[in-house]
């Protein structure tokens, strides 16, 4: 039986979490401590980060990502706590850049104490990541995390570069995603098997496997955008309409419309016409195109790729959970 | 002889860039070399902020450490571009929460392309200094660097947060100074000795140098914000006031005021009553108060601890150049 053939019962979220409910526990205690700061901005706008919560899904892989090739130790949860500060300070800096009002259906940072606070604290974090990897005094994860922060901030810039041109082609649109959010998803599945002191073959299975993992991740955020089950999506449906950004969706239907509806998409996308009717009038030219089928069907094929990644691995409970979260991430749209 | 009896002539700043002229020629390249990237409006900001130019004070100190204590050599080149990226990216940080429009007597970077990539291509370039901090591989400037790095975000918030409040002591005012200017000071005359394996007390002794030349550098540059010679500061007379910043000068010149020109203060600093007239107002009450002296002769005082920080080093024209970069920061308004 190959493993693209696995028929074991998936496990849900919350077992997942349960699984990895120890580690996560002391995470989350140290998020807390280095999050703490003598300058009480800094304390409030981190508390409102935590309270926000969030899934902690990149975390997490770290954990489950050393326990699949070894043991995981306190040097992960250090690790984790690096990765979701990396994490949040892009959120952060993501906000003030997207003009977002709204995060995890929570006001967002920039709405309650201003743009400049959330750049700021966003550097913060940043900072406070770099200064705890050098704790963790490993030079390769330092070369894996700090290639990341780096390649997640070029792939910033580059969707800045496209953003609002309709020209923008699927290809584009994959580099974009993979630095942006593929690459953390990678970093965080490469370290836990570096500081477990895995060899190149399970170092190598678990990077390809987050990075794979990661654009599943993101074709399914953008599908769900355009509809699915948004329930704990902390945002609206058309939210990316409105806000002119460019994904697979709104790229398939364009490619694929008719003279006038790419006319609509250029007014909408590039000329900010993005009032409810013309969100009508999107979902309609979506659906009629079979957009959001065929970006889900794009999440599937990388979670596929993630999947067959694991082979190498034995055949643990944490292996399984591995295989679990790719089952997760894209179940929340299918 | 004390070395604050020092009766040498002083260099003047282009006698210290010949000086160390051919290594600031290789960190030129390398910061070339590693401002390019596949997103051309990372190139385009990167060659604006090359061009901008500037006087690299910071990039070389940590030549001028190295060669102090012993060699420099392309580490040294590496460490010094690190500096001027993390320098550079809280640059572009600062001029979006300040809503700057010069920099260096031009547009700066968010005036031509946005706020929004400003944030993130700073976010571009601390990625890039850490990648390159990897590649030199040496813990102990990786702590040094990052936990700067993080201070300096810290400083920049704890600004945030003093910023328009009348009440700021001068200790208050030292804090942030000592976080978000002078600390970069201190890490890049500190990695210096680092790479050049320098033993505890040299290092020590350039830390402390940097540390207090980077305050009396800050503090010059608040006293010529309302007076001195502006024609190489970019800026003109009164910027700081008309953004509301407290600075040294107007702690100084409120504390001394009486009751009715407290109350001037605030309107102007807290309430944003900032026009010509009342610029010139300000100007007389630091006049009146000796609030511009003052601060300069705390700039002299640091500039003294910096001074007598270097004793403990062996005479050579490194060392005197070293002295010279006091004098030069100082002799900006004195």
Redesign the interface.
């Known amino acids: 039986m190959t493993i693209t053939e696995d028929t074991r019962p998936a496990l849900g979220l919350p077992q997942i979490q349960s699984l990895a409910a120890p580690d996560m526990a002391a995470v989350d205690a140290l998020i807390r401590r280095r999050l703490s ?6 304390n409030q706008i981190a508390d409102h980060i935590i309270s926000a919560g969030g899934k902690r899904l990149r975390p997490m892989l770290v954990m489950l990502a050393g326990h699949a090739v070894g043991q995981a130790g306190p040097e992960h949860h250090q690790l984790a706590a690096i990765i979701e500060f990396i994490h949040t300070s ?1 959120l952060l ?1 993501d906000d ?2 997207d003009e977002s009002d709204l995060r995890r259906g929570k006001s967002t940072a920039r709405m309650i104490w201003g ?3 959330s ?3 966003g ?2 974090l ?3 990541a ?2 705890m ?2 704790e963790v ?1 490993s ?1 390769e994860a ?2 894996v995390l ?2 990341a ?6 792939g ?3 969707q ?2 496209v953003a609002k041109n309709m020209e923008t082609t699927e290809d584009d649109y994959l580099s974009v995603i993979r630095a942006k959010t593929a690459a953390l998803f990678a970093a965080a599945a490469e370290v836990g098997p570096i500081i477990a002191g895995a060899d190149k073959a399970g170092r190598n299975a678990l990077k390809s496997y987050g990075m794979n993992l990661g654009l599943a991740f993101q074709l399914v955020d953008d599908a769900l955008d355009y509809g699915g089950k948004a329930v704990d999506l902390g945002k609206n449906v058309g939210d990316d309409f409105r806000e002119g950004k460019i994904t697979l969706p709104v790229i398939l239907a364009y490619r694929r419309g008719t003279k006038e509806e790419r006319e609509f998409w250029r007014d909408a996308i590039e000329q900010g016409q993005n009032d409810d009717a013309r969100l009508e009038k999107a979902l309609g030219l979506i659906t009629k195109y079979g957009a959001l089928n065929d970006t889900i069907a794009r999440a599937l094929h990388y979670g596929t790729i993630a999947r067959d990644a694991l082979a190498p691995l034995p055949e643990t409970e944490w292996k399984s959970a591995l295989m679990d979260v790719i089952d997760f991430c894209i179940a929340r749209v299918n």
Not at 37 to 42: F, K, Q, R
Not at 149 to 154: D, G, K, P, R, T
């Open positions: 700061s003598d300058v009480v901005l800094i892009t800096h003030v850049v743009n400049q606070a750049v700021l604290v550097d913060f940043l900072g406070q770099f200064r990897m050098v005094g030079l330092l070369d700090s290639a922060a780096s390649v997640i901030a070029e910033e810039v580059l800045l570069s």
